[in-house]
Nanobody
Framework: VQLVESGGGVVQAGGSLRLSCAAT????????IGWFRQAPGKEREGVAS????????EYASSVKGRFTISSDRAKNMVFLQMDNLRPEDTAVYYC?????????????????????????WGKGTQVTVSS
Protein backbone atom coordinates (compact mmCIF):
# COMPACT_ATOMS: atom_id res chain seq x y z
CA VAL A 1 0.00 0.00 0.00
CA GLN A 2 1.29 3.44 -0.91
CA LEU A 3 -0.31 6.72 0.12
CA VAL A 4 1.14 10.02 -1.06
CA GLU A 5 -0.43 13.33 -0.06
CA SER A 6 -0.18 16.69 -1.80
CA GLY A 7 -1.93 20.03 -1.79
CA GLY A 8 -1.16 21.47 1.62
CA GLY A 9 -0.17 25.09 2.10
CA VAL A 10 -0.93 28.37 3.81
CA VAL A 11 -4.32 30.02 3.47
CA GLN A 12 -6.22 32.77 5.22
CA ALA A 13 -9.24 32.02 7.37
CA GLY A 14 -12.31 31.56 5.21
CA GLY A 15 -10.25 30.27 2.32
CA SER A 16 -10.12 26.85 0.65
CA LEU A 17 -7.59 24.11 -0.04
CA ARG A 18 -7.84 20.78 -1.79
CA LEU A 19 -5.73 17.89 -0.57
CA SER A 20 -4.98 14.94 -2.81
CA CYS A 21 -3.91 11.41 -1.94
CA ALA A 22 -2.50 9.00 -4.51
CA ALA A 23 -3.62 5.67 -3.06
CA THR A 24 -2.36 2.44 -4.63
CA UNK A 25 -1.69 -1.18 -3.75
CA UNK A 26 -5.02 -2.28 -2.30
CA UNK A 27 -8.63 -3.01 -3.20
CA UNK A 28 -10.94 -0.02 -2.98
CA UNK A 29 -13.79 -2.47 -2.36
CA UNK A 30 -12.19 -3.84 0.81
CA UNK A 31 -10.59 -0.72 2.26
CA UNK A 32 -11.67 2.68 3.48
CA ILE A 33 -9.53 5.72 2.72
CA GLY A 34 -9.59 8.69 4.99
CA TRP A 35 -7.90 11.77 6.35
CA PHE A 36 -6.60 12.29 9.84
CA ARG A 37 -4.89 15.37 11.22
CA GLN A 38 -2.59 16.28 14.07
CA ALA A 39 -2.04 19.78 15.39
CA PRO A 40 1.01 20.68 17.52
CA GLY A 41 0.55 19.44 21.06
CA LYS A 42 -2.69 17.66 20.23
CA GLU A 43 -3.68 14.08 19.57
CA ARG A 44 -4.25 12.77 16.09
CA GLU A 45 -7.90 12.83 15.09
CA GLY A 46 -10.05 11.50 12.30
CA VAL A 47 -11.39 14.04 9.82
CA ALA A 48 -13.16 12.23 6.99
CA SER A 49 -13.53 8.79 5.45
CA UNK A 50 -14.87 7.27 2.26
CA UNK A 51 -16.04 3.71 1.75
CA UNK A 52 -16.53 2.49 -1.79
CA UNK A 53 -18.11 -0.82 -0.84
CA UNK A 54 -20.89 0.98 1.03
CA UNK A 55 -20.84 4.19 -1.03
CA UNK A 56 -20.75 6.36 2.05
CA UNK A 57 -18.61 9.05 3.62
CA GLU A 58 -18.16 10.07 7.23
CA TYR A 59 -16.99 13.35 8.77
CA ALA A 60 -15.88 14.63 12.13
CA SER A 61 -18.44 17.01 13.58
CA SER A 62 -15.87 19.82 13.55
CA VAL A 63 -15.58 19.72 9.74
CA LYS A 64 -19.04 18.59 8.66
CA GLY A 65 -20.50 21.01 6.14
CA ARG A 66 -17.09 22.52 5.37
CA PHE A 67 -15.01 19.55 4.15
CA THR A 68 -15.89 17.09 1.39
CA ILE A 69 -14.13 13.79 0.70
CA SER A 70 -14.28 12.29 -2.79
CA SER A 71 -12.40 9.87 -4.98
CA ASP A 72 -11.48 9.08 -8.56
CA ARG A 73 -11.02 5.32 -8.66
CA ALA A 74 -9.83 5.34 -12.26
CA LYS A 75 -6.88 7.49 -11.18
CA ASN A 76 -6.45 5.91 -7.72
CA MET A 77 -6.94 9.30 -6.10
CA VAL A 78 -8.77 10.49 -3.00
CA PHE A 79 -9.42 14.19 -2.36
CA LEU A 80 -10.34 16.36 0.58
CA GLN A 81 -11.91 19.67 -0.38
CA MET A 82 -11.65 22.03 2.57
CA ASP A 83 -13.75 25.19 2.48
CA ASN A 84 -14.32 27.97 5.00
CA LEU A 85 -11.09 27.06 6.73
CA ARG A 86 -10.50 28.16 10.30
CA PRO A 87 -7.25 28.68 12.25
CA GLU A 88 -8.13 25.59 14.33
CA ASP A 89 -7.90 23.50 11.15
CA THR A 90 -4.13 24.09 11.17
CA ALA A 91 -2.44 20.69 11.36
CA VAL A 92 -0.50 18.06 9.47
CA TYR A 93 -3.03 16.10 7.42
CA TYR A 94 -2.42 12.41 6.82
CA CYS A 95 -4.00 10.15 4.24
CA UNK A 96 -4.76 6.75 5.78
CA UNK A 97 -6.17 3.38 4.79
CA UNK A 98 -7.76 0.57 6.74
CA UNK A 99 -10.01 -2.41 6.22
CA UNK A 100 -13.64 -1.42 5.85
CA UNK A 101 -15.16 -2.40 9.17
CA UNK A 102 -15.85 -1.53 12.77
CA UNK A 103 -12.18 -1.01 13.69
CA UNK A 104 -11.73 1.65 11.00
CA UNK A 105 -14.75 3.62 12.14
CA UNK A 106 -13.68 3.33 15.75
CA UNK A 107 -10.28 4.76 14.80
CA UNK A 108 -11.97 7.57 12.88
CA UNK A 109 -14.01 8.50 15.94
CA UNK A 110 -11.29 8.01 18.55
CA UNK A 111 -7.83 7.42 17.09
CA UNK A 112 -6.00 7.54 20.40
CA UNK A 113 -7.92 4.54 21.67
CA UNK A 114 -8.53 2.63 18.45
CA UNK A 115 -5.34 3.41 16.48
CA UNK A 116 -5.11 -0.20 15.29
CA UNK A 117 -8.01 0.40 12.94
CA UNK A 118 -5.62 2.19 10.58
CA UNK A 119 -3.28 -0.03 8.56
CA UNK A 120 -1.32 2.41 6.43
CA TRP A 121 -0.29 6.06 6.45
CA GLY A 122 1.02 8.68 4.13
CA LYS A 123 3.80 11.01 5.26
CA GLY A 124 1.47 13.96 5.75
CA THR A 125 1.05 17.45 4.35
CA GLN A 126 1.01 20.68 6.35
CA VAL A 127 -2.07 22.91 6.31
CA THR A 128 -1.75 26.31 7.95
CA VAL A 129 -4.72 28.67 8.30
CA SER A 130 -3.89 32.22 9.30
CA SER A 131 -6.35 34.48 11.08
Amino acid sequence: VQLVESGGGVVQAGGSLRLSCAATGFSYDDYCIGWFRQAPGKEREGVASISHSEAKSEYASSVKGRFTISSDRAKNMVFLQMDNLRPEDTAVYYCAAGEDGVYWYQALANFTRYYYGVDDWGKGTQVTVSS
